[in-house]
Antibody, heavy 118, light 107 residues
Framework: QVQLVQSGAEVKKPGASVKVSCKAS????????MHWVRQAPGQGLEWMGW????????DYLQKFQGRVTMTRDTSISTAYMELTRLRSDDTAVYYC???????????WGQGTVVTVSS | EIVMTQSPATLSVSPGERATLSCRAS??????LAWYQQKPGQAPRLLIY???TRATGIPARFSGSGSGTEFTLTISSLQSEDLAVYYC?????????FGQGTKVEIK
C-alpha cells in the first residue's frame, strides 16, 4: 500500500538546522509531487512548499524562502525538508504529503515533532 | 494568497444527527477544494477532493458540495468516531492554503 514514513522527533536549539526525511513506498516516487505541511501546537495546518521528485524542482511559501530547502534522493524514494536558523515558533509537527487528484493530499506521513528550545 | 474561512469554529452535534460545515474562499478556487479529517494525535486524512468526490474508503455519510467560493461538508448521520477537526484546503492557486478548522464535538 502507499505509505510515507518520516524520521523521528528532533530537539534543536535556536539558530540550529533540522532535516526531516520522508520515505515513500507502494508507488512510483517520481510520479507525484511531495508537499510539506506543518502544524504548530494547538494550531491549524500550514503548507510550506513542494518538490517535484522527478525534476527536483521546488516551490516554497514566501515566508520560508531562504530558510527551507526541499530535496530528494530518487534512488531510495526519499524526500527531505531542511529548515535552518530555527526559532522557537518553528516548534511544530512537520508532515510530508503526496499531491494527488490534481493537488489534494491523499497520503500523509505520520508526522515529525520538531522542538526548538534553548 | 487565497484566504479560506471555515464556520463554525466548533460544532456540537448529537449522534445520528446531521453536521454541516462551511468553507468560504476569498476568491474562486473552482472545484479544487479538499476536506480533511484530523483526529487527536493523528495526521490528517483526506475525505473529499474535487469539492465533491469521496476519497477511497471514506464512508458514504460524508459528502461535499459547492464550487467557486462556497463549499460545504456534510456528515449525514454523525457517529462517535467522527469526533475530529475538519479542514478545507484549496489547491487551485499557489500558495496552497487551509481553513482554520472546524472542531466537531459529540453532544
Amino acid at each position: 500500500q502507499v505509505q510515507l514514513v518520516q524520521s523521528g522527533a528532533e530537539v534543536k536549539k535556536p539558530g540550529a538546522s533540522v532535516k526531516v526525511s520522508c520515505k515513500a513506498s507502494g508507488y512510483t516516487f517520481t510520479g507525484d509531487y511531495m508537499h510539506w505541511v506543518r502544524q504548530a501546537p494547538g494550531q491549524g495546518l500550514e503548507w510550506m512548499g513542494w518538490i517535484n521528485p522527478s525534476s527536483g524542482g521546488t516551490d516554497y511559501l514566501q515566508k520560508f524562502q531562504g530558510r527551507v530547502t526541499m530535496t530528494r534522493d530518487t534512488s531510495i524514494s526519499t524526500a527531505y525538508m531542511e529548515l535552518t536558523r530555527l526559532r522557537s515558533d518553528d516548534t511544530a509537527v512537520y508532515y510530508c504529503a503526496r499531491g494527488y487528484y490534481g493537488g489534494a493530499f491523499d497520503v500523509w506521513g505520520q508526522g515529525t515533532v520538531v522542538t526548538v528550545s534553548s | 494568497e487565497i484566504v479560506m474561512t471555515q464556520s463554525p469554529a466548533t460544532l456540537s452535534v448529537s449522534p445520528g444527527e446531521r453536521a454541516t460545515l462551511s468553507c468560504r474562499a476569498s476568491q474562486s478556487v473552482s472545484s479544487n477544494l479538499a476536506w480533511y479529517q484530523q483526529k487527536p494525535g493523528q495526521a490528517p486524512r483526506l475525505l473529499i477532493y474535487g469539492a465533491s468526490t469521496r476519497a477511497t474508503g471514506i464512508p458514504a455519510r460524508f459528502s461535499g458540495s459547492g464550487s467557486g467560493t462556497e463549499f460545504t461538508l456534510t456528515i449525514s448521520s454523525l457517529q462517535s468516531e467522527d469526533l475530529a477537526v475538519y479542514y478545507c484546503h484549496q489547491y487551485n492557486n499557489w500558495p496552497y492554503t487551509f481553513g482554520q478548522g472546524t472542531k466537531v464535538e459529540i453532544k
